[in-house]
C-alpha cells in the first residue's frame, strides 16, 4: 500500500511560477511511476506528465504543458515534484499525482492549482 500526499497548491498570478509536490509512504518508491495529472471544473482528469523510476519524462501533448512544465523526483525522499512555469488561466484545476507499478496504482487526494488571469 502507497499512501500519496500533494502539496504546494495556491493562488498565482498568470505568467507566475509553482511548484507541485507529492510524498509517498513505503520503502519501494523508486519502483513506482509517478504520474501528475489535472481536472478543472467540469472536465474529464486528464494527463499531464509522467516520470518512470529511472528518471524517463513524458508529457501530455504539445502546446498544453510541454515546455512550460518538469516532473522531477528524488527517490531518496520519495517525492515527485511538478515545476509549472508560465501558468495560465486554462492551467487551473485540482492536480492529482498517481503511482503506478505492474497492476498497482494509487492516487493521491490532490492539491487546487488557480491560477487568476
Known amino acids: 500500500q502507497v499512501q500519496l500526499v500533494e502539496s504546494g497548491g495556491g493562488l498565482v498570478q498568470a505568467g507566475g511560477s509553482l511548484r507541485v509536490s507529492c510524498a509517498a509512504s513505503?520503502?519501494?518508491?523508486?519502483?513506482?511511476?509517478m504520474g501528475w495529472f489535472r481536472q478543472a471544473p467540469g472536465k474529464e482528469r486528464e494527463f499531464v506528465a509522467v516520470?518512470?523510476?529511472?528518471?524517463?519524462?513524458?508529457?501530455a501533448d504539445a502546446d498544453s504543458v510541454k515546455g512550460r512544465f518538469t516532473i522531477s523526483r528524488d527517490n531518496a525522499k520519495n517525492t515527485v515534484y511538478l515545476q509549472m512555469n508560465s501558468l495560465k488561466a486554462e492551467d487551473t484545476a485540482v492536480y492529482y499525482c498517481?503511482?503506478?507499478?505492474?497492476?498497482?496504482?494509487?492516487w493521491g487526494q490532490g492539491t487546487q492549482v488557480t491560477v487568476s488571469s
Open positions: 516520470i518512470t523510476g529511472g528518471g524517463t519524462t513524458n508529457y
Open positions: 513505503g520503502r519501494t518508491f523508486s519502483r513506482y511511476a
Open positions: 498517481k503511482a503506478t507499478f505492474l497492476t498497482r496504482e494509487y
